[in-house]
């Protein structure tokens, strides 16, 4: 089955400092999905990324996939208290009839 | 508007008892998924079920069971067979593989 490591497993990082998130794959990865989510709360979809190379932007967070397709990276710029949370990277592993792998999170505090 | 409905959002079970997780989603998907999230474990993928009184097991089905009736409805049953049930328990559900995941707003589930 594919795997999928997330890094740092917890992150502290003062208001207003950049920060990044990584997802990396043992197969190479036909989807890559970011969420995000409230303690105790639903999952809330960020961004979706397909292509090797590819690179999306919303507001101040940037998803990118490498050219090989197997390590993702999640950009915050200027970070703010309303971007603290948990961030969850999902795999497409292959067809999506089973679904999304997931790693298994990185929770993000932001520190005023 | 259009989305996922988990209830209850808190639920008790007593020793030896089944309890029913309720999965209502008016986005006319027709695949739906069960997850399992424990601290520090990501999520993990109970059963899903692509199409009306059709569904497959996923990687921790065991002590679970789902029936799919409806294609807004897919309630899941924790069984007395389950001996760790205690957990934060998310639905999902997508128009078509490969499009992203719409998740409900979860269901912790402990034990008395």
């Known amino acids: 089955s594919q795997e999928l490591e997330q890094s740092p497993q917890s992150l502290i990082v003062q208001e207003g400092k950049n920060l990044t998130i990584n997802c990396t794959s043992s197969?190479?990865?036909?989807?890559l999905y970011w969420y995000k989510q409230k303690y105790g709360e639903g999952l809330i979809f960020l961004m979706m990324?397909?292509?090797?190379?590819e690179e999306k932007s919303h507001e101040k967070i940037t998803a990118k996939l490498d050219e090989k397709k197997q390590q993702s990276s999640l950009h915050i710029t200027a970070s703010q208290p309303s971007h603290a949370g948990i961030y969850l990277c999902?795999?497409?592993?292959?067809?999506?009839?089973?679904?999304?792998?997931f790693g298994k999170g990185t929770h993000l505090i932001i520190q005023p | 508007d259009g989305g996922i409905t988990q209830s209850p959002k808190y639920l008790f079970r007593k020793e030896g008892q089944n309890v029913t997780l309720s999965c209502e989603q008016n986005?006319?998907?027709?695949?739906m998924y069960w997850y399992r999230q424990d601290p520090g474990q990501g999520l993990r993928l109970i059963y899903y079920?692509?199409?009306?009184?059709?569904?497959q097991k996923g990687d921790i089905a065991e002590g679970y069971s789902v029936s799919r009736e409806k294609k807004e409805s897919f309630p899941l049953t924790v069984t007395s067979a389950q001996k760790n049930p205690t957990a934060f328990y998310l639905c999902?559900?997508?128009?078509?593989?490969?499009?992203?995941?719409?998740f409900g707003s979860g269901t912790q589930l402990s034990v008395l």
């Open positions: 999902a559900s997508t128009r078509a593989p490969n499009e992203k995941l719409f």
């Open positions: 197969k190479t990865l036909y989807g």
């Open positions: 990324l397909q292509k090797g190379g």
């Open positions: 999902g795999a497409d592993t292959g067809g999506g009839a089973d679904g999304l792998t």
């Open positions: 986005l006319n998907h027709d695949a």
């Open positions: 079920s692509q199409i009306v009184n059709d569904f």
